[in-house]
């Protein structure tokens, strides 16, 4: 059963950098088996819905929401099974919860199945 | 706004049946896409409860279920337990330029 532990600085303000990271234990980083994994972030201001940032898969390969893409860096460090998410240029809009997400994709299904604990990253100035 | 649409609110008394419905389109619930569920509590990370339209995870009492058709899903809960009371997200996929991975703005359950 995989786990993931995210970390990252807070809180920010207007204009600066958002860095988070997510630490994989107790499983692949996809690079092999039927099972596809793409690490994924999903924010969600406070009091409201979820919403999809962006996914890296082992090999570096990114998707990120169209909306963001001018601000968004996904990386990912596969000797330290460790992913992260840079958001530059952040404003008051951008405070949410930051949650860190393992997306399988096996048998034609892609979900959701593993969470990071979230992180509230607030930016104020 | 929200490419999948749920509402906001719904509410049951303990032991009745409950449903929240997910209505998408054309360009995602419609294109045959998957929907898979998540249900989440207060300060906590959200959960899969639902995924490929109707299948639970392992843990997953059987009073929770789903089914699709057309543009549009929904989520059942039977038995309606003091415990369900949470939020819960649709997701999906959506092939337009709008999006990728799509959740609805998801729907508080209140146990009466």
């Known amino acids: 059963q995989v786990q993931l532990q995210q970390w990252g600085a807070g809180p920010l303000k207007p204009s600066e950098t958002l860095s988070l990271t997510c630490a994989i234990h107790g499983g692949s980083l996809g690079d092999g088996g039927s099972s596809a994994y793409y690490w994924s972030w999903i924010r969600q201001p406070p009091g409201k819905g979820l919403e999809w940032i962006g996914e890296?898969?082992?090999?570096?390969?990114?998707r990120y929401k169209s909306s963001l893409i001018s601000r968004v860096t996904m990386s990912i460090d596969m000797s330290q099974k460790q992913f992260s998410l840079r958001l530059n240029s952040v404003t008051a809009a951008d405070t949410a919860f930051y949650y860190c997400?393992?997306?399988?994709?096996?048998?034609?299904?892609?979900?959701?199945?593993?969470w990071g604990q979230g992180t509230l990253v607030t930016v104020s100035s | 706004q929200s490419l999948l649409t749920q509402p906001p609110s719904v509410s049951g008394a303990p032991g009745q049946r409950v449903t929240i419905s997910c209505t998408g389109s054309s360009s995602n619930i419609g294109a045959s896409y998957d929907v898979h569920w998540y249900q989440q509590f207060p300060g906590t990370a959200p959960k899969l409860l639902i995924y490929g339209d109707n299948n639970r995870p392992s843990g997953v009492p059987d009073r929770f279920s789903g089914s699709k058709s057309g543009t549009s899903a929904s989520l059942a809960i039977t038995g309606l337990q003091a415990e369900d009371e949470a939020d819960y997200y649709c997701?999906?996929?959506?092939?337009?330029?709008?999006?990728?991975?799509?959740f609805g703005g998801g729907t508080q359950l209140t146990v009466l």
């Open positions: 890296i898969d082992y090999s570096g390969r990114t």
């Open positions: 997400a393992r997306y399988e994709c096996g048998t034609g299904r892609c979900y959701f199945d593993s």
């Open positions: 997701q999906s996929f959506d092939n337009s330029l709008s999006g990728y991975v799509i």
